[in-house]
């Protein structure tokens, strides 16, 4: 068991989760190009905890619309990425609704839910975007490889 007294604030701070957002505004959710980088592992290697995603307007394409969130490794293009998610987000469900995703939601497969330093977390969709507005989406994150509180 670890001394109390040894106990430094750093040890506490890289336990706490963050978390980052983008919104793509109003129908320029419709736009394939206007999806892209949300979060990039800059000092720390990171682990990705969760994944928040809301729309305003459902797509009315025939086809299936979807949003992934992909982890994109340094020097690779974003639609080589490797998907984080169990499943992704269909963008022709109920507007307005938040869907998180987390734990058995996000992707099984070893290391894909942590990013190197260099590595990045971007979105990336498929079908047809017609209708599709106001995308909100949020990547909750932690240092990886150092506990919780618990």
């Known amino acids: 068991m670890q001394d109390l007294?040894?106990?430094q604030f750093e040890d506490i701070q890289n336990k706490d989760s963050y978390i980052q957002c983008?919104?793509?505004?109003?129908?320029?959710?419709?736009?394939?190009t206007n999806y892209g980088y949300v979060l990039t592992a800059r000092q720390v290697a990171l682990e990705i905890i969760g994944v928040l995603e809301k729309h305003e307007t459902a797509g009315s394409d025939g086809g299936a619309v979807?949003?992934?969130?992909?982890?994109?490794?340094?020097?690779?293009?974003?639609?080589?990425?490797?998907?984080?998610?169990?499943?992704?987000?269909?963008l022709k469900s109920t507007a307005n609704t938040y869907v998180y995703k987390q734990g058995r939601d996000l992707s099984t497969a070893s290391d894909i839910r942590y990013l190197q330093i260099g590595e990045s977390v971007a979105l990336?969709?498929?079908?047809?975007l017609t209708a599709v507005a106001g995308?909100?989406?949020?990547?909750?994150y932690r240092p990886a490889h150092n506990g919780t509180y618990r």
């Open 5 to 7: 007294t040894t106990i």
């Open 66 to 90: 979807t949003l992934d969130v992909v982890k994109v490794p340094n020097g690779t293009a974003i639609s080589a990425g490797t998907t984080v998610l169990a499943s992704t987000f269909n």
């Open 135 to 140: 995308v909100h989406v949020c990547i909750y």
């Open 124 to 128: 990336k969709t498929s079908g047809t």
């Open 22 to 32: 983008i919104t793509i505004p109003g129908t320029s959710a419709a736009t394939s």
